[in-house]
């Protein structure tokens, strides 16, 4: 049943594994970088680094702290980011939230959106609905409370909407307006919108969604009413910290039909045409136009298939590209309903795929190996002054109940191995601590 819940595509390009020639010089002073690898200290590293490793990282880090440009660049604080993948509250979770909407869906084998949510209560026993704005989060709550991130993304996978122009395509994720508080439950500050979920309930889905999130103070990337807002960032103010720029973009191969581009006047999302070289340089032309020194520049990217660990060499390659000659510093992946491995590209993150964080798939079968139920909120500690990495740190919960929950310890070791298979061929790595956070090691 799952296969038939989402699309499912594949892309099959091998890797490409030439070495840029900033990324050898990168591996040579590796070794005296190491001691300084896991704190603050890199940045002194990363100075000496950038001064050996070619011009896309010396030209960023002169940009960033140059005084006449930027100022103050020193003196700025590292900025935390909390990233996760997909948050999926339509369709069942919609259903036990406070003001469910109608529960109309158009698929071919489930009707009415309460089908998953008793799906889910079979597995896992019953739900307390309707269930507060906040339930949904459950112990990530007490996990953000605690480390406090400067900003808070996610990709909103639904369309948040009343409309009932139901897309033919055989999967219906919406959510009542009236629950956007669930969203604002966990202080989001900003919500990715090039996917494949949120036009399913037509354009006039999407533009509800827009004016719903923006008078709930939500900001949003990657879909508008035209083809200017669908393409432009979200600036997220960091007061004395600099600027977060969000970027999203939506690949073809998640399953996003090519008519929901926006074009002209015409509502919907910011689809790239493909990952070619051509696309780099035009997105570089898009971030230059925005970009100040101290920004710390993400391109938040909904491609790929849903399940499986293959990264297409066209998505490395691509991502690549976008950190040499675009300017990006974090590259937030996501469609694969699992976490894929990480890589560390210039001293700057690449999450290929995120994996779930929220969604009504508790009742569906299928696919129990990549174990979805598992997923992880991301913490990336970025150098404002040089864009680059200073930690990632994950923080592994398990969806239960239409809930995220702490893991248990064999669950949380599952993940490190996952990862670190996943890391290997990416040079990156993870450890696990005795509270089961998951940190990054890269080389
Ligand atoms: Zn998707």
Redesign the pocket.
């Known amino acids: 049943m799952r296969s038939m819940t989402?699309v499912f595509r594949r892309v099959s390009e091998r890797p490409i594994l030439g070495a840029h020639p900033a990324r050898k010089v990168r591996g040579e002073v590796s070794a005296a970088c190491g001691a300084a690898r896991r704190g603050f200290l890199r940045l002194s590293c990363l100075a000496t680094l950038a001064a050996l490793a070619g011009p896309r990282v010396g030209r960023a880090l002169s940009e960033r702290s140059d005084p006449e440009v930027g100022g103050r660049s020193e003196e700025i604080e590292p900025v935390t980011l909390f990233l996760c993948g997909?948050v999926m509250t339509g369709r069942g979770i919609d259903q036990v939230l406070p003001h469910p909407g109608d529960p109309r869906i158009c698929e071919p084998y489930i009707t009415s959106a309460l089908g998953y949510v008793a799906l889910a209560e079979q597995l896992t026993g019953p739900i307390p609905k309707p269930v507060d704005f906040a339930y949904i989060w459950g112990d990530a709550l007490e996990e953000l409370a605690h480390r406090s991130p400067d900003v808070r993304i996610i990709n909103l996978?639904t369309s948040v909407t009343t409309s009932e122009d139901c897309a033919d395509k055989g999967i219906s994720y919406r959510m009542s307006p009236q629950n956007v508080p669930c969203l604002t439950a966990a202080d989001i500050d900003c919500c990715v919108l090039a996917?494949?979920?949120v036009l399913d309930w037509g354009r006039a889905g999407l533009v509800e969604t827009l004016s719903t999130l923006r008078a709930a103070k939500l900001k949003t990337a990657g879909a508008g009413r035209d083809i200017l807002e669908a393409e432009a960032p979200a600036i997220l103010e960091l007061g004395g910290k600099g600027r977060v720029v969000v970027f999203s973009f939506g690949s073809v191969t998640?399953?996003i039909p090519r008519h929901w581009a926006a074009a002209g006047n015409r509502p919907g999302v910011n689809l790239l045409k493909d990952l070619s070289s051509r696309t780099v340089r035009r997105i570089a032309r898009q971030v230059q136009a925005v970009r100040r020194p101290d920004d710390i520049v993400v391109a938040s990217i909904?491609w790929g298939s849903n399940w499986g660990y293959e990264i297409p060499g066209k998505q490395r390659g691509f991502a690549h590209q976008l950190i040499d000659q675009a300017g990006v510093d974090i590259i937030h992946g996501h469609?694969s309903h699992h976490p894929k491995g990480l890589e560390v590209y210039q001293e700057r993150p690449i999450i290929y795929g995120c994996g779930d964080f929220l969604d009504d798939y508790e009742g569906i079968s299928g696919y129990e190996e990549y174990r979805d139920d598992l997923v992880l909120m991301y913490f990336l500690t970025m150098a404002p002054a040089t864009g680059t990495l200073v930690g990632c740190e994950m923080r592994p919960l398990q969806i239960r109940n239409f809930r995220l929950n702490h893991v248990s310890r064999q669950d949380a070791h599952w993940l490190r191995d996952i990862l670190n298979r996943e890391g290997k061929g990416l040079g990156t790595g993870v450890t696990l601590g005795d509270d089961n956070t998951l940190r990054l090691v890269w080389r």
């Open positions: 989402r997909d996978e996917n494949n979920h998640s399953g909904h469609s």
